[in-house]
């Protein structure tokens, strides 16, 4: 399982940690990530999403069903 949010399409971002010496190695920023069972009232059904704080927030302003339905058409939904 890949470390994208399927709300948002965040994913994990490359940068620097920084020594005080300055120098600089690679390291990894990650994505608030988890797994929630939201109950779909439009499909009737549960389903398991993997989603990003930001994608929670999300679901909670806009609703589910709009929230899905705009991951949809941007790509972030594969299932």
Known sequence: M???CQITGKKAQSG???AHS???TKRK???NLFTKKFYWVEQDCWINLNISAAGLR???KIGL????K?????GF???
């Not at 069903?65 to 899905?68: E, L, Q, R, S």
């Not at 705009?70 to 941007?74: F, L, M, R, V």
């Open 70 to 74: 705009s991951a949809a058409e941007k």
């Open 22 to 24: 300055n120098v600089r």
């Open 65 to 68: 069903d709009a929230a899905i």
């Open 2 to 4: 890949s470390k994208i």
């Open 29 to 31: 920023f990650n994505v």
């Open 16 to 18: 620097n940690n920084v």
């Open 58 to 60: 999300l679901i909670n």
């Open 77 to 79: 939904l594969n299932s």
